[in-house]
């Protein structure tokens, strides 16, 4: 749709370019008439039709894509998902998370049960649009769940391009919002493959025990994989996690790895009750506890993420 404007009365026309071209092939010029005035005047399609998508292309919203991702469970990586992405819409950024997980924690997280998600995309069932639940003010969700393991396999059965579904079902959304975050579940499989060729940062969670850290070591070769067919995507931010002052081992792995990726460290998030209760109450932490400690160090990363200082303050 592109809007005319009449160069003898300045009346604006809504044009369906859909209905031009069954009637005017591209190259020639068409004689339009103003409903107005009734003046007769040339019009370009092709300059037209240029025009629309250099406006296009000037509207879409340069957009950051950024995993949560380490093969080991347990670290964190759906609250970190979920908070992270709370924040950033609490921030007014414009948020999608993308729950990758057959588990469909995010979701529960929320508090919400929506109809579809991840899966109906992939499989091309619905519309993009019927795809996305909204879940917060400027947070969008689309949700993943039990269906999901059905479509790894349709992706491993694929026998060139498999690497490249989730970029291609992802086309006519991801210019929409500021952030996509992608949280993705334990474990190697194709569509994490995926998720890493769709992303362009990375975010990783560890857990500040032994076991969080080797499986760090073996993400960080995983990656590199990766990154010999796709230069794009780099690993951005190291978030330690269940950082507990009573104790010292956490402090120790910190130490360790402060020490072995300082350029990648984030402020730690401390433990708090009231991060594992929220999801209880299918709330992130800033609706359940926005004065914990665990709400503050999620509102330093974002601060991190977005290099804004004044963010959430």
């Known amino acids: ?75 964190g990586k759906t609250t970190t998902s979920v908070n992270l992405s709370a924040g950033l819409a ?25 109809r579809a998600g991840l899966t109906e995309l992939l499989t091309k069932e619905l519309s993009p649009e019927e795809c996305v639940f909204r879940a917060r003010k400027n947070l969008w969700l689309l949700a993943g769940g039990k269906s999901l393991a ?20 992802m086309k006519d959304l991801d210019h929409r919002y500021d952030f996509v975050i992608i949280d993705i579940a334990p474990g190697w499989d194709q569509l994490i493959v995926n998720v890493l060729f769709y992303a362009t940062e990375v975010l990783v969670p560890v857990a500040l ?34 950082m507990d002052a009573r104790i010292k081992g956490p402090e120790t792995i910190y130490s360790q ?7 990648y460290m984030c402020t730690p998030i401390r433990y708090s009750e009231s991060l594992s209760e929220s999801p209880s109450y299918g709330k992130s932490v800033f609706e359940f506890a926005p004065g914990c400690t665990a709400a503050a160090d999620y509102k330093e990363l974002v601060r991190k993420v977005t290099l804004d200082e004044s963010a959430l303050l």
């Open 1 to 75: 749709m592109a809007i005319l404007i009449c160069p003898k009365c300045a009346k604006k026309h809504k044009v369906n370019f859909d209905t031009v071209k069954e009637n005017a092939p591209l190259g020639k010029k068409i004689a339009a008439r103003c409903k107005s005035c009734g003046h007769k005047f040339p019009v370009e399609l092709d300059k037209l039709i240029n025009q629309e998508k250099e406006k296009s292309e000037e509207t879409k919203i340069n957009t950051r894509k950024i995993c949560i991702t380490l093969s080991k469970g347990g670290v």
């Open 209 to 242: 025990e032994v076991m969080p850290l080797q499986g760090l070591a073996e993400f960080m070769k995983s990656l590199g994989s990766i990154q010999k067919y796709r230069k794009e995507v780099v690993l951005k931010y190291i978030v330690p996690t269940f």
């Open 257 to 263: 790895l402060k020490k072995l990726y300082p350029e």
């Open 90 to 114: 609490l921030a007014g950024y414009k948020v999608l998370l993308i729950d990758t997980d057959t588990q469909g924690q995010s979701s529960y997280i929320l508090g919400k049960k929506p």
């Open 150 to 169: 059905g479509v790894k396999r349709i992706i491993d059965r694929k026998s060139f391009g498999a690497e490249w579904t989730l970029s291609e079902a």
